[in-house]
Every structure is written in C-alpha cells, then in structure tokens.
C-alpha cells in the first residue's frame, strides 16, 4: 500500500481545484462535475494526487490552528511567492499567528477557506518541491509517526517537528507530525489523506494492522456501500483505504 491522494473537501470542486493546480504546477487528471484532481510530481515515477470532492457544505474549522494543511514553499521569494498566490485568489488570515512576536511564515486562505501556509527558508525543505510540507496535527507524534510510516511506505526523516516523514525516494514535502493544539472534535477534517492498497493486499489484515496501531474504522450505514473504507488515526484524523486498481 501506499499514499495515494490528498483530499480537500470542495463545495466548488473546479473552482478549488484548478486554484490549487496553479498554486503546484499540477497536471490535470479528472474534470467532472463532482470531482477534480491534478498531480503533484514527487519524482518521474512517483507522486502525490490531490482530489477535490464535492460537499454541499464544508464542515467550520476551528478558531485556532487547523488540525491538517499545506505549507508551501516560500524561502527567499516569500514575498514574491504570496503576491502570486494572492492574485490567483488567496487572502491574508490571521489564526493567531501575530499574538505575541508573530511567525517568519505567512498565513493565507484559499478560495473556500482553507488555511496554510507560505515558508521561510529552511533547510529540510530544499528537496521539498512546491509544497514544503504536510503538517499533521497529532496528541502523539511518536505514536502517530508508526502508524502512518507504516501506512504510507514514507520514512523517518530529520525535519522541524518531532516527527517528519518523506516519500522513499528522498523527495517530495515532509508528513509533520505536530503536537496539537487540542483534541479533534467531532466534525470532519476537511483535507484527508487516501492510503491506496496494492494487488495482493488484505483489506481486513491491513484494518486489523490499523487497529493494532492505535487506530480505528469508522462506520457509516448511512452512506450506503462504498468501494473504500474510512478511519481515523489515533488522534482522530481521518483517513480512507482505497481498494487496489484492477489489474
């Protein structure tokens, strides 16, 4: 198995998509009415989807720190970086970066407001490519870590969190693994991550090895019968396993 996709919730799937696509230099995969994707490239053969599915509302972010965005690369062109982004359609939020000495990143919102980030210069995301890194809120980076290492096929690296884990080929931004602010609550995250299985794996070994890792799947009788299964983390960040591809 592997890490497939990165998934925003989208209530206008091609506005936010084709936002994003200009944000990365992503080539375009899907077009449809419920749904839009475009590629990252990590390496020539690896990369990292990012989907944007139809909701008819967003679930409301917290008032503080979001448990899952993106931090994009930024370093000596910042300042150049935010203006480009801010003319595709961003804005300037504050999250309570400015409380106290304020931060050397810059906060934005996307077209449906959506925080991350744009960096400062540092060194570990030299090799990150447009989006510096993912950062992961979690109540236990070193417990979080083991899971999603496992998951992903994504290794320990030295990074700025506790945790920091990059696609094997050395390439491609970090998976962060921060302390969180406070506990997920109930509502969904509104960017999730799709771990996709691989001809020969076991969906239920592969549950039983979410479960053994702390985690759990969530039951949903109301959506009906669906071709993937959903989970959380151990800290409550959600996530799906998506079937392996035919043939």
């Known amino acids: 198995m592997y890490l497939e996709n990165l998934v925003f919730d989208a209530v206008d799937p091609q506005r936010l998509g084709r936002f994003w696509e200009a944000v990365v230099g992503g080539e375009r995969l899907t077009d449809e009415p419920e749904g839009f994707e475009t590629r990252l490239a990590i390496t020539d053969e690896a990369a990292l989807d990012l989907c944007f599915q139809r909701v008819a509302t967003a679930s409301p972010e ?7 965005h993106l931090d994009l690369q930024g370093g000596a062109r910042q300042a150049e970086v935010v203006e480009r982004l801010v003319a595709l359609g961003a804005r300037h939020v504050d999250i309570g970066q400015h409380e106290g000495t304020g931060v050397p990143w810059v906060v934005l919102a996307d077209p449906e407001d959506n925080a991350f980030c744009v960096m400062e210069e540092r060194a570990p995301y030299a090799v990150s490519g ?5 950062p992961l809120a979690s109540a236990s980076p070193d417990r979080d870590a083991e899971l999603w290492s496992w998951l992903s096929g994504w290794r320990e690296v ?7 884990l990059r ?7 970090l998976l962060e693994l921060l302390p969180e602010a406070a506990p997920k609550g109930p509502a969904k995250n509104r960017l999730h991550l799709d771990i996709r299985l691989e001809v020969g794996d076991d969906s239920d070994l592969v549950s039983a090895g979410i479960a053994e890792r702390g985690g759990r799947e969530i039951n949903q009788p109301e959506w009906g019968e669906l071709p993937w299964r ?4 151990p800290s409550g960040n959600d996530f799906c396993v ?3 591809r035919a043939g």
């Open 167 to 173: 696609h094997p080929s050395g390439r491609g931004p």
């Open 158 to 164: 030295v990074g700025p969190a506790p945790r920091c």
């Open 230 to 233: 959903l989970y959380q983390d």
């Open 242 to 244: 998506l079937p392996a």
């Open 62 to 68: 917290p008032a503080g720190p979001v448990r899952f």
């Open 130 to 134: 447009p989006v510096a890194a993912l």
